[in-house]
């Protein structure tokens, strides 16, 4: 198993990050808040994954050892695979993970794209004594199942910016999407960032 990679980020992609590696190239699969800190050219250490498939090797990238630990238990559940468990991570921390599954909060879950309730219902009951109680002390200050603590806004455009899109581009394109935002958190879920940032990436490419 490969348990990090370490090196200069060679290429950034909306869902992927290239860290070179003893002159080669590793194509590691990546959330938006993972890739909102990286920058091409500099140092990057990254926990992954390694998912082994008839077909494919496809690794994963993460901040840290705990958020790689969180997604893999995640895929101990039945029906979850690693598009998902990235989607969980995508959306909310391994903390806010935690304590959204030891209060059965199904909100949080459901905010997460591909999660209908009673998909919420029984990752709930799967996942109740693998995850472990959240370490942070700041979960639950904002309420149960709070995501990662930057808000949209800020993953977005640091997302944006670390794709190489100038500041101002940057905020030009989190304002053109932010009308599917705050439809998002009027309908009591989650901005969900993953899209939002394809939906900017759109934009940006129409203006060019």
């Known amino acids: 198993m490969i348990a990090f990679v370490s090196g200069p980020v060679a290429a950034l992609a909306p869902t992927t990050a290239v860290i070179e590696v003893g002159g080669i190239g590793m194509a590691l699969q990546c959330t ?26 496809t690794l994963y990238g993460f901040r840290d050892d705990d958020e790689r630990q969180v997604f893999e238990l995640l895929q101990t559940a039945s029906g979850v695979g690693p598009r998902l468990a990235q989607a969980m991570l ?4 391994p903390d806010a993970l935690r304590l959204a599954v030891s ?17 919420a219902q029984k990752l709930l009951l799967e996942l109740k004594d693998r995850l ?28 944006l910016i670390g794709l190489g899109y100038a500041t101002r581009e940057a905020d030009e394109a989190v304002d053109a ?7 998002a958190v009027a309908e009591g879920t989650t901005p969900p ?10 934009t940006l490419n129409r203006a060019r």
């Open 32 to 57: 938006p808040h993972t890739l909102a800190d990286l920058r091409v050219g500099k140092e990057a250490r990254l926990a992954t994954s390694l998912v082994v498939r008839e077909d494919s090797l």
């Open 90 to 93: 995508a959306t909310h921390s």
């Open 103 to 119: 209060t059965g909060d199904e909100k949080a879950l459901t905010a997460v794209s591909g999660i209908g309730k009673k998909g």
């Open 132 to 159: 472990g109680e959240p370490a942070g002390a700041h979960i639950g200050q904002q309420g149960v199942g709070t995501p990662h603590t930057a808000g949209w806004r800020d993953q977005l455009q640091a997302a």
């Open 177 to 183: 999407v932010a009308p599917l935002a705050e439809a």
């Open 193 to 202: 960032v993953p899209q939002l940032l394809r939906a900017a990436l759109q």
